[in-house]
């Protein structure tokens, strides 16, 4: 499945945005998603997952309580909406997808797109 990330820009700490990935096509439904995130200098960091119900979601402990992962498979969507900002929020951030729940690392994930650039402002 291809995937495109949209919704990333300038806000300052305290502020919110909503990251929009969209995919190509019907099997999107298929797949469980997740929201990775990387910072100048550092690797790919894990931000959230969600299956591919919707019904279970996964979170890192640096986001859990301000962002929320959510989908809509009629739109064959996935969001994540970062609330409450902070200027280590900043990195470019990633959609990818696989088949199965239960997974975390980068390297699990095996359909990436173009990462959105999110800069926090302190």
């Known amino acids: 499945v291809q995937l495109q990330a949209s919704g990333g820009g300038l806000v300052q700490a305290g502020g919110s945005l909503r990251l929009s990935c969209a995919a190509s096509d019907r099997t999107f439904g298929t797949y469980v998603m997740g929201w990775f995130r990387q910072a100048p200098g550092k690797e790919h960091e894990f931000v959230a997952t969600i299956s591919w119900s919707g019904g279970s979601k996964l979170y890192a402990d640096s986001v859990e309580g301000r962002f929320t992962i959510s989908r809509d498979n009629s739109k064959n969507t996935v969001y994540l909406q970062m609330n409450s900002l902070k200027p280590e929020d900043t990195a470019v951030y990633y959609c990818?997808?696989?088949?199965?729940?239960?997974?975390?690392?980068?390297?699990?994930?095996?359909?990436w797109g173009q990462g959105t650039q999110v800069t926090v402002s302190s």
């Open positions: 990818a997808g696989r088949i199965g729940w239960g997974k975390t690392s980068p390297s699990d994930f095996g359909s």
